[in-house]
């Protein structure tokens, strides 16, 4: 194998694991900020993205 044809496959494996890993790093990131918010903040966002979403919430 030429060293061009080992990179481009090395490169192909990298890009399989990049929206793995971007997802945990999303997720922790969520779950860190959920984690300080006090439980108002929890109540006004789903309660204004059920409004947004026209979902009967009442």
Known sequence: ???T??????DAA?????????????????LYFTGFAQASVYHDSAHDTRHTLAFPCH
């Open 14 to 30: 990298n890009l399989g694991l990049l929206p793995i890993f971007m997802a945990a790093a999303a997720g922790l990131t969520l």
């Open 1 to 3: 194998m030429t060293t």
């Open 5 to 10: 044809a080992q990179t481009r496959a090395h």
